[in-house]
T-cell receptor, first 115, second 116 residues
Framework: DGGITQSPKYLFRKEGQNVTLSCEQN?????MYWYRQDPGQGLRLIYY???????QKGDIAEGYSVSREKKESFPLTVTSAQKNPTAFYLC??????????????FGPGTRLTVL | AQSVTQPDIHITVSEGASLELRCNYS??????LFWYVQSPGQGLQLLLK??????LVQGIKGFEAEFKRSQSSFNLRKPSVHWSDAAEYFC??????????????FGTGTRLTIIP
């Protein structure tokens, strides 16, 4: 089955440590996205990539980094510079075909807790 | 810049009652509009979408939404809710470009509670 996988589902890290969240898709989608979700704030865009080897900052990119070396993969690193990293992180992808412009498909999410 | 407002943070309805969730958007051109649903601790699932054409769109699970350009609204409706509809609902707007893959802007969500 085609879809988006995120791992791990739950992640615990000590304050000051960098941590990398995995996102893989087998939908052959060109674009991939990372969102952060906090209670009462909806989804906020961290980074997005419309094509391999290219990515753009979203609304809350500070303290995060990404790479897009392969079409299927878009890992997110939460660095020690991120002041409040505890949150639910969602990865999404989209194809941009004429019948599905901007429609994004979401992974199951990773809940990061920094202790 | 585009924006989305979901004025209702939390709505409670009785099982079997009708439902309407409000969504207002701000965008200068014709938007692409979406409603997603999220169960606790899960990802988002697309309920329905509007690109162009008929302003009343049908989605999965018996949901529908109506695009009203004059009111900048895209409200979600269901004639009779089921206990399994309890979840959080997000409205989103995207730029209506020819190339797709533009970023979406999401509302803050409406949490739906169903009472027996």
């Amino acid at each position: 089955d085609g879809g988006i996988t995120q791992s791990p589902k739950y992640l615990f890290r000590k304050e000051g440590q960098n941590v990398t969240l995995s996102c893989e898709q087998n939908l052959n989608h060109d674009a991939m996205y990372w969102y952060r979700q906090d209670p009462g704030q909806g989804l906020r865009l961290i980074y997005y990539s419309q094509i391999v080897n290219d990515f753009q900052k979203g609304d809350i990119a500070e303290g995060y980094s990404v790479s897009r070396e392969k079409k299927e993969s878009f890992p997110l690193t939460v660095t020690s510079a991120q002041k409040n990293p505890t949150a639910f992180y969602l990865c999404a992808s989209s194809s941009g075909t004429p019948t599905s412009y901007n429609e994004q498909f979401f992974g199951p999410g990773t809940r990061l807790t920094v202790l | 810049a585009q924006s989305v407002t979901q004025p209702d943070i939390h709505i409670t309805v009785s099982e079997g009652a009708s439902l309407e969730l409000r969504c207002n958007y701000s965008y200068g051109a014709t938007p692409y509009l979406f409603w997603y649903v999220q169960s606790p601790g899960q990802g988002l699932q697309l309920l329905l979408k509007y690109f162009s054409g008929d302003t009343l769109v049908q989605g999965i699970k018996g949901f529908e939404a109506e695009f009203k350009r004059s009111q900048s609204s895209f409200n979600l409706r269901k004639p009779s809710v089921h206990w399994s509809d309890a979840a959080e609902y997000f409205c989103a707007v995207g730029a209506g470009t020819n190339f797709g893959n533009e970023k979406l802007t999401f509302g803050t969500g409406t949490r739906l509670t169903i009472i027996p």
